[in-house]
């Protein structure tokens, strides 16, 4: 048995070298090793050895002294890694390779049979499935803190009036609070799809094989069991020909990045001179290197920009499968590297942006007379006269001049012009519409489900926070 030092299990022969009287070239074993990029599964890969060898030894595939032998030293071997008595070999071509390389250099022939009835196919299909249902959960956790700082500054500013914009034209008032939880809400979605996600992988690859299973009497149900999934794979041609559950996790890291790139551009916008609605900390901003005023949103920046990477690899994990038929081909190794760099891109831009407007001060008084002007309240005008039996498109053409005439007149609202003036737009018009056409009014008279009202906004700030206790309970498990 070898000596526990620094580094273990070097002079790694290839899994497949068999047939071969003569080793790779030196560039061609460069060239194919996934080890930089897989290490991070190592202890995934040691949790789903010892189910298999488990499963070897309760049927009698291998002697139970043998699988209790193996099962022990892949538990010190998961020690000496986290203690840094042993580290990762980056001679070896994957992860499977080093560890199955150090356990047969401490245990000899019986390290050996710890690949008995799998496939690195299926062994590396169940090793991204361990890895993600603990990985995802994390992120997901990520965005539950991020909807609950969102929800908190809302809590604060439910009356803090803003103008809501299409186009990016004044359109009507709303709330600061509203528009947060607009955001929210897209971002609990992106919870939902990883949530959703994750019941694609809650099936046991392992026992599939190289594409046919297995000519020794595995137990495919007892593995699958031992490590908490539904059932095993229905298929083994299917188990290890695909890679749907990366690409559909991407994709949601994708729309993920979506939402965060679209947040970061109106906190951009915002922090304008133009604007000022907002003031991020200096803690999250940067200088120029030229012109000393300079306080700029670079990691408002970053994150827009690299939701572009996250794009890239989606498209990338598209295009290695497009083509590929079954069941497994080596262009699939390429999987681990878009999964990985989307997930990784994905979680540190959720915790960025998180401190980013958590730590953020909001102008109140700015945004508040982004309500004033532009004749937001026009549709109030016409929603008013509705109320007093006209046709909707009547009305809209009743509001639409009276904003012709205070342009032509300037009168820079509605309200200011004179009652007078407004009645020879329409009789119908008395003096309670002023009433009802200041942006408080016009916020609080959209009191229905969703809308943008005091007690409607905190409906939806109460919801969130709801769906964020019920969802961490979730997945704590797998925190």
């Known amino acids: 048995m070898a000596e526990k030092?620094?580094?273990?299990?070097?002079?790694?022969?290839?899994?497949?070298?068999g047939r071969f009287t003569e080793g790779p070239n030196a560039a061609a074993v460069e060239f194919e090793t996934s080890i930089h990029v897989d290490e991070r599964m190592v202890f995934d890969d040691i949790v789903g050895s010892q189910a298999h060898v488990?499963?070897?030894?309760?049927?009698?595939i291998i002697a139970q002294h043998e699988a209790e032998a193996i099962i022990l030293e892949l538990d010190q071997i998961s020690s000496d890694?986290?203690?840094?008595?042993?580290?990762?070999?980056?001679?070896?071509?994957?992860?499977?390779?080093?560890?199955?390389?150090?356990?047969?250099?401490r245990l000899g022939e019986i390290g050996k049979k710890v690949h008995t009835g799998r496939s690195r196919n299926d062994q590396i299909a169940l090793d991204e499935r361990l890895y993600l249902r603990h990985a995802v959960p994390d992120l997901q956790n990520r965005i539950l803190s991020l909807i609950e700082v969102l929800t908190d500054i809302a809590t604060h500013h439910r009356d803090t009036l803003i103008s809501g914009y299409t186009h990016l034209q004044r359109a009507q008032p709303v709330t600061l609070a509203h528009h947060l939880c607009a955001w929210a809400w897209m971002l609990q979605r992106d919870y939902e799809r990883l949530a959703d996600s994750l019941k694609r992988i809650s099936f046991c690859p392992l026992g599939a094989g190289a594409l046919a299973t297995s000519g020794l009497p595995l137990d495919r149900y007892m593995v699958a069991t031992d490590l908490e999934f539904c059932a095993p794979t229905a298929n083994s041609l299917d188990t290890v020909a695909d890679r749907d559950y990366c690409i559909e996790i991407t994709a949601a890291l994708a729309l993920l990045m979506t939402h965060l790139s679209r947040f970061c551009e109106e906190v951009i916008i915002w922090s304008t001179e133009e604007f000022k609605y907002i003031e991020l900390s200096e803690k999250w901003s940067t200088g120029s290197s030229i012109m000393p005023q300079k306080k700029n949103p670079d990691f408002a920046e970053l994150i827009r920009g690299r939701a572009g990477l996250v794009y890239g690899n989606l498209m990338a994990l598209l295009t290695m499968m497009k083509g590929l038929p079954l069941s497994y081909n080596r262009d699939m190794q390429e999987d681990k590297n878009s999964l990985f760099s989307a997930y990784d891109t994905a979680?540190?831009?959720?915790?960025?942006?998180?401190?980013?407007?958590?730590?953020?001060?909001?102008?109140?008084?700015?945004?508040?007379?982004?309500?004033?002007?532009?004749?937001?309240?026009?549709?109030?005008?016409a929603d008013y006269l509705v109320r007093k039996g006209i046709s909707f498109r009547t009305a809209h053409g009743v509001a639409a001049a009276i904003v012709r005439k205070c342009i032509e007149k300037g009168y820079p609202d509605i309200e200011k012009m004179p009652l007078a003036e407004l009645r020879n737009c329409s009789p119908l018009i008395e003096a309670d519409l002023l009433e009802l056409l200041t942006p408080s009014a016009c916020v609080e008279n959209r009191n229905h489900p969703g809308g943008p009202a005091y007690d409607r906004t905190l409906i939806q700030i109460n919801e969130l926070k709801a769906f964020c206790g019920a969802a961490r309970k979730c997945i704590e498990k797998y925190l």
């Open 54 to 60: 488990r499963m070897l030894g309760r049927t009698g």
């Open 5 to 17: 030092g620094a580094i273990e299990g070097g002079n790694h022969a290839a899994l497949w070298h």
């Open 347 to 381: 979680l540190s831009c959720v915790i960025v942006f998180t401190e980013m407007i958590g730590s953020a001060r909001w102008n109140t008084d700015r945004m508040a007379l982004s309500c004033s002007g532009g004749y937001a309240n026009a549709t109030d005008v």
């Open 81 to 105: 890694l986290k203690e840094g008595r042993l580290r990762i070999d980056f001679s070896a071509e994957d992860i499977h390779s080093f560890l199955e390389s150090v356990l047969t250099d």
